[in-house]
């Protein structure tokens, strides 16, 4: 550092050179956590993790694509890396220690549903090529291990939808020398959570709010309820900022406990209307009440 740095005179020198240079940079991007930064930065972008005001800088230089397969060593292991769209059990691609890919390997959980591959490789094929499979496509991580190697999914870092509403997601860490690894949950980005009512009312309310800040809500009404109690419950909601709260009226899946008869907003226009025709000074209120009940029914399918 400059000499001149090192008094009071060179600390302004400095904050002001520091100023300088964020200015130049065009554009300083704030982030929560550096987890969140994107796949891709900017070159002439500063990227500040806010938790702990540290910065980085995103450099061209030390990032290299590949778009057809390639063999690479790290220290005495061998690493075929399988753009997706190429079948790694081509003869000319050669076998290896490690495969990272973009494969479907049947028997896989292709999601947080039950639903198995079928129509992808078979996991016998590759284990005979290569020791260790690390691979992304189906968003559920999944690991496995056999006498012959281990076929690791890492699955989606985050949440995308409700339909992976219950499944954990994180990353994972490899040593490449001696094969093992460990997977780290992600405990900072948003989760997409599936309520029911009659689950939310058992809570205790100093949970309600920690579990859903920041998230993703959808709630689905499985009981009757009032509306006034509707109301006052999406009001709670509410004060507990989630980043979305979504109300399940049609209730699917939970259909055996709610009462679809129950129209709530049918039920406050009808007191409404009843309400009305008693400010009406007419000679047959009760007929013509009927009347306009049945006429609302007919027109909206609300059942009597």
Known sequence: ??????????????????????????????????????????????????????????????????????????????????????????????????????????????????????EGFKLSDLLKKFNSIFSGHFHKAQFRKYSSGSIVYVGNPFQMNYGEAGDKKGFIILDVDTGKYSYHYNEISPKFIKMTLSSLIRKEPSKIGKEIVNNYLRLAIDKNITVDDMDELIKLLSSCQPLECDIDWDNKGFSSAIDTKTDFVALELMEAIKEYIGLLDVPNPKEVLQYLQKKYREISNVPG
């Open 1 to 118: 550092m400059k000499e001149q740095f090192l008094n009071l005179q060179g600390l302004t020198e400095l904050v002001d050179y520091i100023k300088k240079y964020i200015a130049d940079q065009q554009e300083v991007i704030p982030y929560a956590s550096y987890t969140l930064f994107p796949t891709i930065g900017k070159t002439n972008a500063i990227y500040v993790d806010t938790t702990t005001n540290a910065i980085y800088r995103w450099d061209d230089n030390n990032i290299k694509y590949y778009d057809k397969p390639a063999r690479l060593n790290i220290g005495d292991k061998s690493i075929t890396l399988c753009p997706w769209g190429f079948n790694p059990l081509n003869p000319e691609i050669e076998s290896s220690d490690y495969l990272f890919g973009h494969f479907e390997i049947n028997t896989f959980q292709m999601n947080s549903s039950e639903h198995l591959c079928e």
